[in-house]
């Protein structure tokens, strides 16, 4: 036994090291290369930057997925890494395409890297290693790195509400109210929420909200426009003092709030003087 364990031993390192060579004359290393780095996704929150790269298969056989490590640097500092694994197969002699995102929040961002307060843009880079679960090829890694630069998102603008009379008879009065919001960001954002508190003589007559309905567009102003509609009746039951006048001062409070903490928390908040005829 002691002379046959050692002969053994030495016939198993042989049969190893023949398959390693085996295996190293008939593999052909897979062929890798960065196909595209491009922002899948942004809004106010955050951005997704998705990288792809293909790999080509030339073996008749199939071989795993590359288990792929990235790492995201913001003006130069590692900011965040990961890890994209996948249990499927690379078929043989066939081509795929390994997508790696990398989802960020901007508040975590800005309170990692203060210097970017006020800033219009986040420059950024990305490294990717690939690495395959093969024997001979276990200890080689194919590197990528990719720099570029992400929005940052930018306070909207609002301006002054207007108020114009768009009809008026002896029951009822209506009044359009248009607040005009400029959007400089290059994408959508959500319309700020915006309550009102139309005023006569400081008191309050006719309160409400707009939530949230619909978008401003990117680069553009959109006018945001709600009505205000005043009945006789109810006026005359609110302020019986104004039975004897022909018109009454107003004053329309209006509060925007984008609801962000990019865009400061504090909401804007405007006043629009006027007057209301008081028809019979």
């Known amino acids: 036994m002691k002379k046959i364990l050692p002969a053994v031993a030495a016939f198993i390192a042989l049969f190893v090291l023949a398959a390693c060579q085996t295996l190293t004359s008939v593999l052909q290393e897979p062929v890798l290369s960065l196909q595209s780095v491009e922002i899948a996704g942004i809004s106010l929150n955050g951005a997704q930057v998705l990288c792809k790269i293909e790999v080509e298969n030339p073996n008749g056989f199939d071989i795993p997925f ?9 003006n130069a500092n590692s900011f965040v890494k990961g890890t994209v694994k996948n249990n499927h197969k690379i078929k043989a002699r066939n081509k795929t395409v390994v997508d790696v995102p990398v989802d960020l929040k901007y508040l975590e961002i800005l309170n990692t890297f203060q210097s970017l307060v006020g800033g219009k843009l986040v420059y950024y880079k990305i490294a990717l290693g ?10 080689k890694v194919w590197t990528f790195e990719h720099a570029d630069s992400l929005p940052f998102p930018q306070p909207p603008r609002v301006r002054a ?57 990117a680069g553009k102003v959109t006018p945001v426009t709600f009505k205000l509609v005043v009945t006789y009746a109810d006026l005359f039951r ?8 022909y018109q009454v001062n107003s004053l329309l409070v209006v509060t925007c709030d984008f609801g962000n903490p ?8 405007f006043e629009v003087p006027g007057t209301l005829p008081v028809l019979r």
């Open 161 to 217: 509400p207007s108020m114009r009379m768009e009809n008026a008879n002896t029951t009822r009065a209506e009044i359009s109210v248009t607040v005009n919001v400029e959007n400089p960001n290059p994408f959508d954002i959500p319309v700020p929420k915006i309550e009102y508190d139309y005023q006569l003589n400081r008191n309050t007559f006719i309160k409400g909200n707009l939530e949230n309905e619909g978008v401003l567009a």
């Open 66 to 74: 590359p288990e792929t490590d990235w790492e995201f640097f913001v």
């Open 238 to 245: 609110s302020f019986s003092s104004l039975l004897n006048q």
């Open 262 to 269: 990019l865009l400061g928390s504090a909401p804007q908040r």
């Open 130 to 139: 690939l690495k395959f679960p093969i024997p001979v090829i276990r200890d």
